[in-house]
């Protein structure tokens, strides 16, 4: 069936034979993830993975990149069984790995000490009892190896194996109080938890005794239990472990507040062959909170002589979109506890979001991290000694920075990307880069993508009290010829404390709608993140009101400005999630009437319905309150203007999206199909809030391309509907 299907996607989209770069492209390329570098600097490890259409199957594998030829190598680790490596500290290529086998216990992991250089000789070091993961490591003076790994956990403390879990002879689900789901589970007794344990350097590696030790079970709660990471997108960056191997750090939600309704989490410090609980560093009562600093926290970080503690909190507990801010405090082992003294903030001058990685200098003078900034995330670097009125200057500048790594000769290793380019790894030396690989200049899938083809736009905003203008991406097809004007493709995009960036997306790409013969103007209205708090603070309680202005203006300066090369005549308008309900928003009111045809994927149709999500604190606060208190939700509803649809339209909803549930999406449709206007309707079972798995993609962007192409164009739409 699989094939099949594809057989037919694959003939639809030979219409589109002009198109340099199509979906098989995006989605079918060499997908690279971020370096990870040896403690010479000399390679780095980093996965690869490649889907194959013909064989409806997908290839991944450890790799090693040269960072002085740019070559890649096998890394030895076969990436069917080794789930995580991590360089062992003072060593030039130690590493310790993760296997996702265990023959002694079905449903656990083993624990291997090696070298990169022949992994095949690497030593069984322990075997645990479940799949645990997210390794973090720290060598002792003794040459003990102290580690952190994470596991879903029983209420009692114990690490869950899926292969020994005694599940219930009934389906039931029973909750007592909110956040019965998240994301796309439904929620359990059970939580993620940190496991602390100690590799001893004897004659060769062992677990120590006792084993493993639940950090998070001796954690008080009176609402919610102790979760570390913090689901559904935590990580191994919500924990951390001290140089010296001494202490531990790990984020987890305020205990004393309903998870659904509050953002706040604390960051909680301990000793790691210590017995007693964890305590929170900026919980109730603490210097933090006394200065007004009580939501979110994240990314502990302890300085290289671990004396030093780093992370971020946001000052509101019920905000997720509050800026990011940067701190520090000084950490030292106190009689099985953590003395912590010299709390300082770092960043208060500084108008954007600190979202980490949060990498100490070698000397502690200073700490490196990247804040978006106009559409790009950059590297900035705030030395501890700064105070309120530091403001720091951007390190990169014109791609967005997903990761890097400060080398031991104090370069800086950075994975980037760009609207161009899914990846690029270069060195940043005194402010000279040196690219080491490119794969908009080395894969073939990409050769017809170029930084030329991508422009920005400034245009006013509707907001009387902003001091700036607003920006937007154009993006041309790679096959753009001058003198020669094609349709709009008007970007919406999600959040709606979001941006459209510099970046690559595997969703939402841009330049793969542009080589369908489309002008992609991409904007970032009132809302936006990386332009300064204050646009997107803006938003609230006014989801239909400052945003939809904005796009007005946007499409008027488009109209205006681009008529040399862009068609608005035949645009079309898409959005996701914030730009699905705009994208409803704009059916709802005179910009709809500018457009062809409009897509919605996963987005609000009834405000009042939005209430069936599962994280509440972000509907309370982006519609000033209750559903029962609240006017924004009656105000900025587009049900209440269902007489002005007429705009052909096509709904994306999933199943497994909570949060935005697809009855939202099945309302839409059936409204649509009742008063008439074209439309259609796309669902996919075993999906979230996004389309990830790429058969479902390649088939979202073939129905997708296929109705706005009728629409726009006058190609023939290609009708084999699902339902009927």
């Given at each position: ?8 996607i694959?003939?639809a ?7 340099q ?10 997908r ?10 000399s ?14 199957a ?9 960072l002085?030829s740019?070559e ?7 990436f ?8 062992i ?11 996702g ?9 083993t ?9 095949s ?9 479940a ?10 003076e003794?040459?003990?190896?102290h580690?952190?790994?994470n596991s879903?956990?029983?209420?009692n ?11 219930p ?23 993620h938890?940190?496991?602390?344990g ?8 062992g ?9 998070n079970?001796?954690?008080n ?19 951390a472990?001290?140089?010296d ?20 989490s ?12 964890p305590a ?21 970080s ?6 030093k ?8 507990d019920?905000?997720e ?9 000084d ?14 903030g770092?960043?208060a ?9 949060l990498t ?7 700490i ?6 106009y ?7 705030f030395?501890i000694?700064?105070?309120a009125s ?18 031991k000769?104090n ?18 030396t ?11 200049e080395s894969?073939?899938?990409f ?8 422009s ?40 709606p ?20 013969g ?5 904007p ?28 007005v ?8 400005e ?17 730009g ?19 897509v919605t ?20 606060h982006?519609?000033?309150?209750t559903?029962?208190q ?7 509803n587009?049900f209440n ?8 339209q096509f ?5 497994l999206?909570?949060r935005?549930p ?6 839409l449709f ?13 669902n ?19 129905e997708?391309?296929?109705?706005i ?14 339902g009927?």
């Amino acid at each position: 069936m699989a094939m099949a299907r594809y057989l037919g996607i694959a003939s639809a989209l030979a219409s589109t034979s002009l198109a340099q770069f199509t979906p098989e492209k995006l989605i079918g390329a060499p997908r690279r993830g971020a370096l990870s570098p040896s403690g010479d600097g000399s390679v780095a490890l980093l996965s690869i993975s490649q889907y194959n259409f013909s064989a409806t199957a997908g290839h991944s594998s450890w790799g090693l990149l040269d960072l002085k030829s740019g070559e890649f190598k096998d890394s030895g680790l076969n990436f069917s069984e080794v789930n995580e490596a991590a360089w062992i500290p003072g060593t030039d290529t130690g590493i310790v790995y993760i296997n996702g086998t265990n023959e002694e216990i079905p449903g656990g992991v083993t624990i291997w000490i090696g070298d990169i250089n022949d992994p095949s000789k690497s030593t069984l070091a322990a075997s645990l009892d479940a799949p645990y993961n997210g390794l973090k490591i720290a060598k002792t003076e003794s040459g003990d190896i102290h580690f952190l790994v994470n596991s879903l956990a029983y209420p009692n403390g114990t690490a869950v194996n899926p292969k020994t879990e005694v599940t219930p002879k009934h389906t039931g689900r029973f909750y007592k109080d909110v956040y019965v789901r998240h994301w796309d589970t439904w929620l359990t007794k059970n939580r993620h938890n940190v496991f602390a344990g100690a590799l001893s350097a004897n004659a060769s590696y062992g677990l120590a005794h006792p084993g493993l030790r639940n950090l998070n079970h001796a954690v008080n709660w009176t609402t919610t239990r102790s979760e570390t990471p913090v689901q559904p997108f935590g990580d191994s960056g919500d924990y951390a472990i001290s140089p010296d191997g001494k202490l531990y750090a790990f984020l987890s939600k305020a205990p004393q507040l309903n998870k659904a309704n509050y953002t706040a989490s604390y960051i909680y410090l301990g000793e790691v062959a210590g017995t007693a609980a964890p305590a929170a560093l900026n919980g109730p009562g603490s210097e933090a909170a006394e200065a007004g600093h009580q939501g979110a926290s994240g990314l502990p970080s302890f300085s290289p002589d671990s004396s030093k503690l780093a992370y971020v909190q946001q000052d509101e507990d019920y905000y997720e979109s509050d800026r990011w801010q940067l701190y520090t405090v000084d950490v030292a082992p106190a009689n099985g506890s953590v003395a912590t003294s010299n709390w300082k903030g770092l960043s208060a001058g500084f108008d954007r979001w600190v979202q980490g990685p949060l990498t100490w200098a070698h000397d502690g003078s200073s700490i490196y991290t990247t804040a978006e900034d106009y559409a790009r995330v950059k590297i900035f670097n705030f030395p501890i000694t700064a105070n309120a009125s530091y403001i720091p200057e951007p390190l990169t500048s014109n791609t967005s920075v997903s990761s890097f790594s400060l080398l031991k000769n104090n370069d800086l290793l950075v994975t980037a990307s760009a609207i161009w380019t899914p990846v690029e790894y270069y060195t940043l030396t005194n402010g000279t880069k040196n690219t080491i690989f490119s794969a908009a200049e080395s894969d073939e899938e990409f050769a017809d993508l170029s930084a030329d083809h991508v422009s920005e736009i400034f245009f006013n905003g509707s907001d009387p009290n902003l001091k700036q203008q607003l920006h937007a991406w154009v993006i041309k097809p790679s096959n753009f010829v001058e003198n020669k004007t094609y349709p709009l493709a008007f970007y919406i995009h999600g959040g709606p404390q979001g941006s459209w960036g510099n970046s690559w997306s595997n969703r939402w790409n841009p330049a793969v709608w542009a080589d369908q013969g489309y002008i992609v103007v991409a904007p970032n209205p009132t809302g936006s993140t990386g332009f300064g708090q204050y646009l997107t603070d803006a938003i609230q309680g006014q989801w239909g009101g400052y945003p939809y202005y904005d796009l007005v203006n946007a499409w008027e300066y488009i109209n205006s400005e681009l008529t040399s090369f862009v068609d608005t005549k035949n645009g079309i308008a898409a959005g996701a999630s914030y730009g699905g309900y705009m994208t409803n928003w704009i059916q709802s009111n005179d910009l709809g009437n500018k457009f062809k045809a409009l897509v919605t994927h996963d987005g609000i149709s009834q405000t009042k319905a939005a209430w069936g999500t599962e994280e509440l604190w972000f509907i309370r606060h982006d519609y000033n309150g209750t559903v029962w208190q609240s006017e924004a939700y009656e105000k900025w509803n587009p049900f209440n203007h269902i007489a002005n649809w007429s705009t052909p339209q096509f709904v994306v909803h999933n199943t497994l999206d909570y949060r935005l549930p697809e009855s939202d999406g099945i309302a839409l449709f059936n409204v649509l199909q009742n008063v008439g206007v074209p439309s259609r309707f796309l669902n996919f079972p075993n999906e979230n809030h996004w389309v990830i798995k790429q058969e479902n993609s390649l088939f979202w962007h073939k129905e997708i391309f296929n109705w706005i192409n009728h629409y726009s164009k006058g190609t023939p739409l290609d009708d084999e509907p699902a339902g009927n």
